[in-house]
């Protein structure tokens, strides 16, 4: 099958299509043979505390991963070029290079997305009559990990975590699951070959589990952080969306790389004594979200707190003749009312 492939690639565009393809199949594979060997020779807790060690070697002011930041939703405008294959093998990473220059708007990335999450919310339309999902459903493309009459699970998990941010507000993964870093690093596995499975970000949303996980634990909206500051969507696009369009004033985002030029204006802060020791370039970052670990020494903020503030959600979303699904019972933190129609005229 591997061949085939490169025999496909080798057709459409000789060795200038193939080499890069190539190279592209080695790097995941080997990622996933690494990530693989670590989830089976360590423990979860083992595993996490060796991943930041080895991504924040030699770094002053490393932040903790497990500390979320606080943004306004609207900020997040762009897509990091990072893989987000095995983003959890990157935590805390600092990465040098020009990957935060000009990267893609999340428009323009995700326009088909972006199209039928408007179509749906903003135009009200039956997810039957979106575009994409009739692609999906006839087999044509996925959307994330569905194809097909899969589809029709995707899009209704979709109402739900919709419902849920809409009718109780934007909350932590932590939050909804209500446990400890400690108690979701140390989860038990059936068999050693379950450390080898990958691990889906987002899963958590969607399902009640008795299996919880530090990924799990830590699958809040993920994003990057430029050399100037610029908060980059690194995972979690329909997250981001339902809180844009939901007019979310503030979420809870877990940091997973930042520029090394960025890092240094941290390492800056974190090291000096007072406000007046600082850079001008430093001075105007003091009151980003990703500063609120290395601030607190000069005293130059007041107020500021580490919960989710939240403006009053306007009243927004479906047409009221066309309102979203009834959603399953089995999902956590997603109301159940009575008087929520039940769409009809699916396809099964």
């Known amino acids: 099958m591997v061949l085939l492939r490169a025999m496909d690639h080798f057709r459409e565009g000789g060795f200038e299509r193939l080499l890069p393809a190539a190279r592209q199949w080695a790097s995941y594979h080997l990622e996933y043979l690494l990530f693989g060997l670590e989830r089976a020779l360590l423990t979860d807790r083992q595993w996490f505390e060796y991943t930041v060690w080895r991504n924040q070697r030699g770094i002053d002011a490393a932040a903790d991963p497990r500390e979320l930041r606080y943004v306004d939703p609207a900020r997040i405008r762009r897509k990091s070029p990072w893989e987000t294959r095995f983003c959890f093998r990157k935590f805390g990473a600092v990465r040098a290079g020009n990957w935060d220059v000009d990267p893609p708007r999340l428009a323009d990335k995700f326009d088909?997305?972006?199209?039928?999450?408007?179509?749906?919310?903003?135009?009200?339309?039956?997810?039957?009559?979106?575009?994409?999902?009739q692609e999906v459903a006839a087999g044509n493309r996925r959307w994330r990990l569905a194809t097909g009459e899969e589809v029709w699970e995707w899009v209704d998990d979709l109402d739900a975590v919709y419902r849920s941010i809409r009718d109780n507000g934007y909350r932590s993964v932590r939050e909804i699951h209500g446990v400890p870093f400690e108690e979701a690093a140390e989860p038990s596995y059936d068999s050693p070959v379950e450390r080898f499975l990958p691990v889906a970000n987002e899963s958590m949303f969607f399902y009640e589990t008795d299996d919880l996980t530090l990924f799990d634990w830590m699958a809040d909206i993920q994003v990057d952080i430029g050399r100037d500051g610029e908060i980059l969507q690194h995972n979690g696009r329909h997250r981001i969306w339902f809180a844009q369009h939901l007019d979310v004033a503030e979420i809870p985002v877990c940091v997973v790389v930042?520029?090394?030029?960025?890092?240094?204006?941290?390492?800056e802060i974190a090291n000096a004594s007072s406000k007046s020791e600082l850079s001008d370039r430093a001075r105007r970052h003091l009151d980003h979200p990703d500063m609120t670990d290395v601030v607190d020494d000069l005293n130059v903020t007041e107020g500021r707190t580490d919960e989710a503030r939240q403006r009053p959600l306007p009243e927004r979303g479906i047409q009221p003749e066309r309102t979203i699904d009834q959603p399953r019972s089995d999902r956590i933190g997603l109301p159940i009312s009575s008087d929520t129609p039940v769409r009809t005229g699916r396809k099964h």
């Open 258 to 267: 930042r520029h090394e030029k960025w890092q240094q204006l941290r390492d």
């Open 112 to 133: 088909e997305i972006w199209e039928a999450l408007e179509s749906r919310y903003v135009d009200g339309n039956a997810w039957e009559d979106v575009a994409l999902v």
